[in-house]
């Protein structure tokens, strides 16, 4: 996966917003609670840290993905609030 | 009342004139068959026709039957309407009516003559209300603010809690000890399925799947909640993209869960598609997915885009279609980047040619600078594109030589962008960056254009005068033309940024001999003289034997100044240092053959057996690390073979290297020969020498015998972790022909019948049969010279152009 995308970084990001970046990210998944998600992060930090590296990420990245369900890993599982309407909407649907 | 309509089979062959009888019997048979739309008509014609009590009986549960028909089929309003008129036509029946009407009633969400009849209820009726308000109630608020229950009732009370729970929980995280507030919700109560249903919830959002399910799993499947445990379970244990849904579910699951299902479902539609090769389905499937990422980060809408092109390609899918539904190349040009990525791994010259295109496209959109490390980079990415061997670049542009490719080029039938030289020189004009020199030089070089790489070297040297790897490459190519003092003057330089550096460290020495051989060659002995001082000072001298060829270049220039005292003095230092008449004679007579020098012959017979050997295994060293040659006279070997057993394992060890290194590969078969015998614990030295001697015999056995010693050397090498010795029989194996390998080809199969390892039985026997082969085979006299590859006369440009359409629909014409 790009490690823009991973970090949630735009191509312009200089050292020091990345760093901002990937410690923000660590916190949605430290290593002992989600050692892949983190393994994942720490990747892209790597990647990203030098501006020579992310020079050739911008020109000659991202690699394309095989598995195309690994672009779901950018998209983390979410689980909103919607308030009550939505769910007694399907209450109702479900007596109709 | 029900309309009007024509008379149906239901009512036929009812007479008017029948008795109550056939009318009752008639009615009830259409009711118990569930016909009470039909039994309604009846029922009307039989009150019309004997109004009396019998009849109107028979009316009311005529209709009854009908309301709950329509209760049964959801029209719930219109069961209503229909009760509200038997109610008022048939007064005396309006409590049977009442009951009816209240099913409708909850059905429509309207609770409060249910409710009301609560507060008066018996136990029976009190359960069957509970049971009823589990199974209607699709909202605790709606009981909570009922005006038929008295404020302080506990159901009134249970229900405001619920409620107020379930909008706090579907609203935002809930306080610690929220939930605690449920405890008033007995488990007998019609709302414990809201209760369990709020716990499910306020674990979903805490993120406990655990406590989610089990919640779940207790609620009844009959009650209202119970509508929601699916949909439940779906969120925790992820949805299934082909499961049917209805249109409030759908909405749920995509407004709690984010974008996330939405693209689950269409990503796995395109996997599916493409592994089924449905070119069709998988552009649908991709403009979704377009439309769904639409607000996503960049880099991620360029991920997908890379891996759909990446897909297309692999699956030799038409371009055109996919094009069309991306962006502009026009206005993006970063999908001509992604496209050329993608082509790059098949066919390079298509990529070059698309890079270009990104090129002049990005340049033109401001998106890359005209100059600097980005626009370097990317034309040098496209120069490291061409494949390393020059004639697979002419062969896959269908050309003969470089001269026909420029004139190609010139002649616009090719594209500029298959210079590879003039891609490089636009890099460095670009960003002259020792990466870009680097690759210019290395291009130069390898074309054999020593003249141009040595004027890039100088000029990166120029630009970067703190680089060391300029200054080397000049060194080499100074020293490769002759140019020794040029070489040495350059290593000043080198040795002044990095004295440690290998290569700088090993050079001195190097170029301090080839300058005083060459100045001997030429009679300028007093500079050779000079130049062989400064060598006795250089620490590599003291290695092995490298002051006795030092000492006897110094010799000979003593000798070629005519300084008789100088002479002598060089005469008696080589002698104590060499302390070996047989490595002295060889040194000289090498150095003699070589420089092209008129020397005395040093006698060899005055030395004895020992010194002979000696000295030939010292010879052989020497010569192999200074890669000089070295003519050993027919007469020495005579006289060395017969002593061969006496010779040290180190001895034996270096006349096999000498034998290989001099092409004297019957030396190193009979010195391997007694090594083995010695059961040195390095013999796999030994066998490799062997095996690499006998890959060269003339003897039918012996290509197997020099398999299985090599095989045997590896296998012993590698145990004793000798990599350089694995490494060496290796590529000695590589050499030899396998049999197995020709009759794979012969026979059609796919691969050769893969070797078993050797066991330590098969090493030993393999060690004891060379052992006991004491007879030296014939060998060549001179080894096989390699003949150069001949090229094709005529290159055919391969046709596999996978994008061949693209170019003729890029909007780019206007850019060439």
Aim: charged share 25%.
């Amino acid at each position: 996966m790009d490690p823009f995308a991973v970090l949630g970084l735009e191509e312009t990001a200089d050292d020091a917003t990345v760093r901002t970046a990937y410690l923000q990210a660590l916190r949605s998944a430290p290593p002992d609670r989600d050692p892949e998600g983190f393994r994942r992060i720490r990747a892209a930090y790597e990647a990203l840290r030098d501006a020579e590296s992310r020079l050739d990420l911008r020109l000659f990245g991202p690699a394309p993905l095989d598995d195309l369900a690994t672009l779901l890993e950018v998209f983390p599982e979410e689980r909103r609030h919607v308030g009550p309407d939505l769910w007694l909407a399907v209450l109702r649907e479900a007596r109709r | 009342m029900s309309k009007p309509r024509k008379q149906q089979g239901g009512n036929k062959g009812v007479q008017l004139a029948a008795g109550p009888e056939t009318w009752r019997t008639r009615i009830e048979a259409l009711l118990a068959k569930g016909k009470s739309r039909d039994a309604v008509d009846i029922a009307k014609q039989y009150l019309k026709h004997a109004p009396g009590v019998e009849a109107e009986a028979l009316a009311v549960r005529a209709y009854a039957a009908r309301i709950a028909a329509l209760q049964a089929s959801g029209m719930h309003r219109e069961a209503q309407a229909l009760g509200a008129l038997v109610s008022e036509r048939f007064p005396a029946h309006q409590a049977q009516m009442a009951a009816l009407m209240q099913q409708s009633d909850v059905a429509t969400g309207n609770f409060e003559s249910l409710l009301a009849s609560l507060l008066h209820a018996d136990p029976q009726r009190r359960r069957d209300i509970e049971a009823m308000l589990a199974r209607r109630l699709t909202d605790p608020a709606l009981l909570a603010a009922s005006p038929a229950l008295p404020p302080d009732h506990p159901l009134k009370r249970a229900a405001g809690v619920a409620s107020d729970l379930f909008t706090a929980v579907t609203s935002g995280p809930l306080p610690p000890g929220a939930l605690a507030a449920l405890d008033v919700i007995a488990r007998q109560s019609p709302l414990a399925p809201w209760k369990l249903l709020i716990r499910a919830l306020e674990a979903f959002y805490r993120g406990a799947d655990d406590a989610v399910l089990a919640n779940l799993a207790a609620i009844p499947a009959d009650s209202v909640p119970g509508r929601l445990v699916p949909v439940l379970r779906r969120l925790v244990e992820g949805d299934d993209p082909s499961a049917a849904r209805a249109v409030a579910v759908t909405t749920l699951i995509e407004q709690v869960s984010g974008r996330r299902p939405a693209l689950q479902t269409q990503l796995t539609q395109l996997s599916n598609a493409l592994a089924a090769r449905d070119e069709r389905r998988a552009l649908a499937a991709v403009q979704a997915l377009l439309v769904l990422l639409r607000s996503a980060p960049v880099a991620v809408r360029r991920t997908f885009v890379a891996s759909v092109l990446h897909h297309w390609h692999r699956h030799n899918f038409s371009p055109q279609p996919l094009l069309r539904l991306l962006p502009s190349m026009k206005h993006d040009p970063d999908i001509l980047r992604l496209l050329a990525l993608t082509v790059e791994r098949r066919a390079w010259d298509e990529a070059v040619e698309l890079w270009e295109k990104y090129v002049h496209a990005a340049t033109r959109a401001g998106i890359l600078p005209a100059k600097g490390p980005e626009m370097a980079r990317v034309l040098l990415h496209m120069a490291n594109l061409f494949p390393a061997d020059p004639d697979e670049v002419l062969d896959t542009l269908g050309v003969d030589s470089e001269q026909e490719l420029r004139q190609y080029i010139r002649a616009s039938d090719m594209p500029m962008c298959f210079d590879r030289a003039a891609l490089l020189e636009r890099a460095l004009k670009a960003d002259p960056t020792p990466s870009v020199f680097r690759a210019l030089v290395d291009h130069y070089d390898r074309r054999g254009e020593a003249k141009r790489a040595e004027v890039e070297a100088e000029a990166w040297h120029q630009a970067h005068a703190h680089d060391l790897e300029p200054l080397l490459y000049l060194i080499r190519a100074a020293e490769r033309r002759g140019a020794v003092r040029k070489a040495l003057n350059l290593l000043a330089a080198a040795e002044a940024l990095d004295r440690v550096h290998p290569e700088v460290r090993q050079s001195r020495f190097r170029l301090l001999l080839t300058g005083a051989e060459r100045r001997i060659k030429e009679g300028k002995a007093a500079l050779a003289l000079e130049d062989l001082e400064q060598l006795a000072q250089e620490p590599r001298t003291s290695e092995g034997d490298h002051r006795v060829y030092v000492l006897a270049l110094s010799w000979v220039a003593a000798q070629q100044r005519a300084d008789a005292t100088a002479t002598a003095h060089y005469e008696q230092l080589l002698s104590t240092t060499a302390a070996n008449p047989v490595l002295q004679s060889l040194v000289l007579e090498a150095i003699g053959t070589a420089l092209k020098v008129q020397l005395p012959r040093t006698p060899l017979a005055a030395a004895s057996p020992e010194q002979t050997l000696a000295g030939l295994a010292r010879a052989c060293d020497l010569f192999r690390a200074l890669d000089r040659p070295l003519a050993v006279p027919t007469t020495l070997y005579k006289q060395v073979e017969p002593h061969l057993q006496q010779a040290s394992a180190a001895q034996l060890h270096s006349l096999c290297a000498g034998g290989l290194w001099m092409q004297r590969p019957a030396l190193t078969y009979r010195a391997s020969g007694y090594g083995l015998a010695l059961h040195d614990p390095l013999a796999y030295r030994f066998l490799l020498a062997r095996g690499r001697a006998l890959s060269t015999a003339l003897h039918h056995d012996a290509p197997e015998r020099a398999r299985l010693c090599l095989r045997a050397a590896r296998e012993l090498a590698s145990r004793v972790r000798d990599m350089e010795a694995v490494r060496e029989a290796s590529e000695a194996l590589a050499t030899i022909p396998s049999w197995g390998l020709l009759e794979a080809m012969i026979t059609g199969t796919l691969s050769p019948p893969e070797e078993e390892a050797l066991t330590q039985e098969d090493i030993a026997r393999i060690i004891e049969d060379e052992r006991q082969s004491r007879t030296t085979p014939q060998f060549p006299a001179v080894s096989s010279i390699r003949k150069r590859r001949q090229g094709s006369t005529r290159r055919q440009r391969r046709q596999r152009r996978m994008f061949d359409d693209l170019f003729s629909m890029l909007p780019f014409k206007d850019l060439f």
